[in-house]
C-alpha cells in the first residue's frame, strides 16, 4: 500500500521498533477509516503538499490526514519526517486545522519537533476569477523539524544536518502568514502563494512562495461510484522556494523545488496522494518524496452534538 513502505528498504529504519512509530498515524488514520466508513463524503481540497487554493473544508466536516515526506541529505543522514494533521470546518469562511511533527534521521534517531495550529479564511463567498484566502499559522517547533512544509527566507538543505540532539534543544516561537490566489477554469485549479513567516523573538520577516496547477483525468461523473474512474484521479504539479528576507528580498541564495502531484480520490472519502519533488540548485536537498493518505467524516460536528445530547 502506498503509504506503507513507498521507500526502498535500504532506507528504511533498522528496529520494527522505529517503523511502528513512523506508522503509528497511518494506522490510526485506517482505524478513523474503518469506524467511519458509511459517511460517503467527497474530498473538496486540491492535491498539494505545500501549495494551498481557495477550496476550504466543508462546514462539521473532519478530515484525518497523516503525511511524511523522504529527503536526501548533503552533510548528514537522509531523513523521514511524518507528521499528523486533524483539519476541521468551522463554517464556510473557515477552516482550522492541527498539527503534529516528527523526524527520523538515518543515523541519528527520532524526535517529536512541536505542533501547529493554522486557520484558512475565506472572505468571498462566491467564486470569482481569483479567489483570495487569507492564513495565519501559529508554530511551535524546534530546529529539527524537517517536515519541509514551506520554504522560506535563505532555507537551505544545510540547515537540516545539525544533529537531532542540537537542533531539537531550540524551540522557535512563530507565525506563517500566507496570501491564497486561487482560480478554477475547466476544471484546472491555479493557485498561487505568497508566504511570511516571523519568528516571535527577534528575527526579521522571511518570505516564500508556492505554485500549484492541477485537474482530474475527467470532469464528468460516471453514474455509478467506482474506485478506477478517471474523474478519481488528479494530476498536477507545484513549485516553491525562498524569496529571501525584508532585508534583503532575493531570489538569491535561497532554495527551491518542483514536484509533480498524482491523487486518487476514492468514493468512500479516503484520498492517497504521492509526490516526487526535485531540488532547482545547490542550496536545495536534492530530491524529496512526499506521500499520504486522507480520510474525510461527513457531518463529524453533528455526530459529536448528537452524542453529547
Known sequence: MLGVNPIPRSVCPATASSRLRFLSPFLLCVAAAAIWLPSRAAAQETPYFVAYSHHLEEPGNLEIETYSIYGTQKGGGDFIAP????????????????YIDSQHTFGDGSVFTGTRWENRFRP??????INPVLYVEFENITDADKTLKEVVGTDTQFDAADPNSEANRSHAHEIETKLILSSDYKGWNFSENFIGEKNLGHEPWEFGYALGVSRPLRLEATPRPCNFCRENMILGAEMYGGLGTVKAFSLSGTSHYVAPIA?????????FSISPGFGLNENSHRFLLRWGMAYEIGGFGRKVRSLLR
Open 124 to 129: 468571498l463567498m462566491r467564486e470569482h476569477w
Open 263 to 271: 491523487a486518487w480520490q476514492l468514493p468512500n472519502g479516503v484520498t
Open 83 to 98: 507528521w499528523m494533521e486533524l483539519e476541521y470546518g468551522v463554517t464556510a469562511w473557515w477552516t482550522t486545522e492541527f
